[in-house]
């Protein structure tokens, strides 16, 4: 459900968090995130904030503002900020390229049955999940859409993703146990959430696609980074372009030769008011108020 107001919690000595709902709801995290953004123009001590599904976490400076401050401050901006389909956010949209059904993610799925516990192959688990036709209906209908990086989290530089085409949402369960390795790289789906793996790490969600492309770099200096060391920021966009195992390869060898260039369409203007008339356009049932 939607809140009526937000719910205001202490979260630590200098953490407060805000919760919008208790669903993963594209509505809720337009509203965290433009809460953030008021709240970086406006809101003094704030060090960070860090918006998810439902709920933005706070991090502030309790030298320079006090808890009930922070409080009052962002249950004024939170007033301000209207219906979220008056929110306006800076939105870039990357294209990645993504090898579907890859080999290195169908041996990390056999490593697991072999080792860990036996489990319909990744892709046509989602296949039976969704009812699709078969493992390319998967990948026509996950290259589909773009998706909007609602969170980052889990591990560093990790995105937490969801379909904006309403038509393009898939549903998975996460493994049982999870997997003790995943490869970098891996694009995955748990429950209704995508993400791509930054790094080889354990990992409990349906793997079918993987990404040359770094995501995460702790060095800081690849220009697309902005000097981050991750790659993306909530709310970015990003398209997977389904590429051959040649097109993959050559831009896995442009990544280890430092001349690997990243797609990018800077700085659009991402408007959900316009985006929700364009849901209702495509007649899908679904607004962004409808549960991901």
């Given amino acids: 459900m939607i809140y009526e107001q937000p719910r205001f919690m202490p979260a630590g000595d200098r953490y407060l968090l805000i919760e919008f709902g ?4 594209l509505d809720l995290n337009f509203m965290a995130q ?14 960070e904030t860090a918006p998810c599904f439902a709920s933005l976490l706070v991090h502030y400076e309790p030298t320079l503002i006090g808890y009930d401050d922070v409080v009052r401050e962002f249950s004024r901006l939170a007033a301000s900020l209207g219906s979220s389909e008056d929110i306006e956010l800076e939105s870039r949209l990357f294209y990645l390229p993504a090898l579907y059904l890859d080999p290195w993610t169908k041996a990390c799925v056999e490593d697991y049955c072999a080792r860990i516990a036996r489990k319909v192959p990744d892709p046509e688990l989602l296949v039976q999940e969704n009812g699709l036709e078969d493992v390319d209906h998967l990948v026509r209908l996950h290259s589909s859409s773009e998706y909007w990086v609602a969170s980052l989290g889990f591990w560093p530089g990790l995105p937490f993703l969801m379909p904006l085409d309403p038509r393009a949402r898939l549903t ?7 997997r003790t390795h995943t490869p970098q790289g891996a694009i995955g789906l748990g429950g209704a959430a995508n993400s791509i793996y930054p790094v080889a790490t354990p990992g409990g969600y349906q793997i079918f ?4 492309a770094p995501i995460w770099d702790p060095s800081g200096k690849r220009p697309a980074f902005e ?19 040649e097109e993959y390869d050559a831009a896995e060898a442009a990544v280890n030769e430092e001349r690997y260039e990243y797609t990018i369409v800077e700085y659009q203007k991402f408007v959900v008011r316009n985006y929700n008339h364009w849901v209702e356009k495509v007649g899908a049932g ?4 409808a549960t991901a």
């Fill in 34 to 47: 433009g809460l953030a953004t008021a709240a970086a123009e406006n809101v003094k001590g704030v060090i």
């Fill in 172 to 178: 998975a369960p996460k493994y049982n146990p999870p």
């Fill in 209 to 212: 696609a993987r990404t040359p």
């Fill in 22 to 25: 208790n669903e993963m709801n």
């Fill in 286 to 289: 679904a607004k962004t108020g």
């Fill in 227 to 245: 000097g981050s060391l991750c790659l993306f920021r909530p709310g970015d966009r990003i398209r997977f372009v389904p590429v051959t195992r």
